[in-house]
């Protein structure tokens, strides 16, 4: 069965940061694309940023900001996010995709992450100003 358990979601003030988790399990990790994806309020989600074995992307709203990383022996991905900012609020949530559908990664990971077949129960950020 595969899962995906998103964890490090929280309540910040603006400039802060936070680190959120996704722990993969029942498909072979490293052969899978994964992404984050965030939702707000009122609004459509949208891809933040993803790893696969042909490197990162970033939304060019986070970039600079949130970095991106992965553990092939832990199965394990983590978006480190400095800098934060209230517009950051939003559901977070991981997903993953077999890295041979996610070509190019940056055109999968800028929609709404429909290319990607497992998600996550997601994670909420709330960040204060």
């Known amino acids: 069965e595969v899962q995906l358990v998103e964890s490090g979601g929280g309540l910040v003030q603006a400039g802060g940061s936070l680190r959120l988790s996704c722990a993969a399990s029942?498909?072979?990790?490293?052969?899978?694309?994964i992404g984050w994806f965030r939702q707000a309020p009122g609004k459509e989600r949208e891809g933040v940023s993803c790893i696969s074995d042909v490197g990162t992307v970033y939304a060019d709203s986070v970039k600079g900001r949130f970095t991106i990383s992965s553990d092939n022996a832990k199965n394990t991905v983590w978006l480190l996010m400095n800098s934060l900012k209230p517009e950051d609020t939003a559901d977070y949530f991981c997903a993953a995709a077999p890295a041979l559908v996610t070509s190019p990664l940056n055109l999968v990971c800028s929609g709404t992450g429909e290319t990607f077949h497992y998600w996550g129960q997601g994670t909420q950020v709330t960040v204060s100003s």
């Open positions: 029942g498909f072979t990790f490293d052969r899978y694309a």
